[in-house]
């Protein structure tokens, strides 16, 4: 190694020319982990942005399945035991055009045993001369699906309806 002398008197040592660029090899590995650990942050949060858009459309698909329940329900009451189908848009697009729809289908209702006659049915409550209320069970399935996410939910129900009268008059 070669040395000078500083103005303290002390011999200070230049670095031989093996040690040149070790710094600049050492700064350009930290700067290779750094990237890479950059690289792998930045896919991770593609791939949970993937899922959560995924797991949007899930979620949209059982509501709408949910919501087919409700209808199902509501047309039993006034004796609609067919099936049916409909499609739920999505308007929050930016342009406010429907994105793509959640088809949604109910199987027909099933009615589970007889209907049971509810306990002290004499009250009438203006449903005509029959004073008899009942309470009917019903079986059905709601099939939501959403074609460009391949999400599809199914929610199966059996539920009771009533009282309500043994005759509906007409």
């Known amino acids: 190694m070669q040395s000078r002398t500083s103005q303290s008197g002390h011999e ?3 670095p031989a020319d093996s040690q040149r660029g070790t710094a600049l ?3 350009v590995m930290v700067l290779l982990v750094v990237s890479v650990l950059a690289l ?8 949970v942005a993937g899922l959560s858009g995924a797991e949007r459309w899930m979620v949209k698909a059982f509501y709408a399945a949910d919501s087919g329940l ?8 006034i004796q609609e035991l067919d099936g049916f189908n409909f499609s ?11 994105v793509s729809p959640v ?8 009615p589970i045993g007889a209907p049971r006659m509810v306990i002290g ?3 009438n409550a203006g449903q005509g001369s029959d004073t008899t209320l009942i309470i009917q069970s ?4 709601s099939t939501a699906a959403h074609q460009l996410s391949n999400s599809e939910r199914v929610v199966e129900v059996i539920f009771g309806l009533g009282p309500m009268p043994a005759a509906i008059p007409d």
């Open 121 to 123: 049915s004499s009250a």
């Open 138 to 141: 019903y079986r059905t399935r």
């Open 12 to 14: 200070a040592q230049q």
């Open 70 to 77: 409700n209808v199902a329900q509501t047309r039993a009451r």
């Open 103 to 110: 088809n949604v289908e109910v199987d027909p209702l099933q």
């Open 25 to 27: 090899i050492l700064a």
């Open 88 to 98: 739920l848009s999505d308007r929050r697009s930016t342009t406010g055009d429907s």
């Open 40 to 47: 792998g942050l930045v896919g991770q949060s593609m791939m």
